[in-house]
């Protein structure tokens, strides 16, 4: 067995939290659909969730139930906290059917526990949710009352315990170690592809005391024309001389991400990307300067705005968000926005990636850091220099 990241003690914890938050709610029952949010309440870790796969959570106390295919419950009774018994597979017939779909088994089988009258809260805002899932499973259960239940645990898991932030310590250890693999082998005429291996074996390689994981969202450099979109992926071009390269990476320590940005410059750097560097920096000691408990999250973004905007510069997009827990396609945890609006009022314990990218007219630079929410202010995870690395 695989051990679980956490003592029983802290799944107890999350699970309390939740279903607190469904009883005020007013859900007998919650099926979480969202892979990360799943791990979170488990611990089940496999790479099993290209095919339907969901947790249940009843109201009652008691262990919650993992469901998926026939063949990754193996991996359940490994990798999950609870007993055998709560890992149920449904059958390989279900799997990728015209005639039928694994959501009606799963419907079947909440109906044979009782569960089939129950008001049911459901993650409809996952990404391996499809509707054809969501439809199967309303038409199996047509005495339920089903409800969206979207980010009832994303937000329980928006405050980290001291545990969670040892693991985001360790993957902002990760994270400095690709970026220091990047600067060492991005260089005028080698590949990008070959870049990025490069870097994702630093990724992965780890820590002595912890692996890298796969990083939810792939490492991006984006070198320049290519840097004025923040979110293209590599080939086989050849970086250029006098070139300004925006690299967005990360560390994940048992699947929690740290995300860092930075910049480096290929030859003499441009003084509209040494200005507008400068501006980016200031802008990033506003952002830390503005963290803290009680803070809202859109006054944190306020701040940053003041700043460029002296340098004659705007942003649209948000600065920042709750990072946490991380799979594919994405390590963010879809609640606190660094935006204009969001009136979030920042807590102790939260943790978040504040992303300051600049995409200009044919050019780009990013700087960012992981940041967590001390009782004093904040706290960067990340530690690595912050000015546009040259490289002669």
């Known amino acids: 067995m695989i051990a679980p990241p956490f003592e029983r003690s802290e799944y107890d914890r999350r699970l309390r939290l939740v279903r607190e938050e469904m009883a005020r709610r007013g859900l007998d029952l919650l099926i979480v659909t969202d892979i990360a949010n799943q791990h979170y309440l488990t611990a089940y870790d496999g790479w099993s969730f290209y095919t339907p796969q969901v947790v249940v959570v009843p109201i009652e ?48 089988w909440l109906r044979n526990k009782g569960y089939g009258r129950r008001r049911i809260g459901v993650e409809l805002e996952a990404y391996y949710y499809s509707p054809k899932a969501h439809e199967r499973l309303v038409a199996g259960l047509p005495d339920a009352k089903i409800s969206d239940a979207s980010l009832l645990v994303s937000w329980v898991r928006a405050v980290k315990t001291p545990a969670e932030i040892a693991y985001l310590r360790k993957a902002a250890r990760l994270a400095e170690a690709a970026m220091t693999r990047a600067y060492e082998v991005i260089a005028p005429g080698v590949r990008e592809c070959d870049a990025i291996a490069a870097i994702q074996a630093a990724q992965v390689a780890g820590l002595p005391d912890c692996a890298g994981d796969i990083t939810a969202l792939p490492a991006t450099i984006l070198g320049g024309e290519n840097a004025s979109a923040p979110h293209i992926m590599w080939t086989d071009r050849r970086f250029g001389a006098d070139e300004t390269i ?147």
């Open 61 to 108: 106390d008691g262990e919650p139930f993992w469901i998926g295919r026939a063949m990754d419950a193996a991996g359940g009774k490994l990798t999950a906290w609870m007993r055998s018994d709560n890992v149920v597979g449904f059958p390989e017939s279900y799997v990728q059917q015209t005639d039928r779909h694994p959501m009606d088994w799963i419907a079947e």
């Open 246 to 392: 925006a690299l967005e990476l990360a560390g994940v320590c048992r699947r929690y991400a740290a995300g860092l940005a930075r910049t480096m410059q290929l030859g003499k750097m441009p003084r509209k990307v040494a200005d507008t560097a400068k501006a980016v920096i200031e802008g990033m000691d506003a952002v830390l300067g503005a963290v803290k408990p009680g803070a809202t999250a859109e006054s944190v973004e306020a701040a940053w705005r003041a700043v460029i905007a002296r340098y004659g510069l705007k942003k649209e997009s948000r600065i920042g968000y709750s990072i946490g827990v991380a799979y594919p396609p994405d390590w963010g945890e879809h609640t606190i926005s660094l935006r204009a609006g969001d009136k979030t009022i920042l807590q102790e314990g939260n943790v978040l990636h504040s992303i300051l990218g600049m995409w200009m007219d044919g050019w780009g630079l990013e700087v960012s850091e992981t940041i967590l929410v001390t009782s004093k202010g904040s706290e960067t995870l990340t530690r690595f220099p912050r000015d546009v690395f040259i490289k002669p």
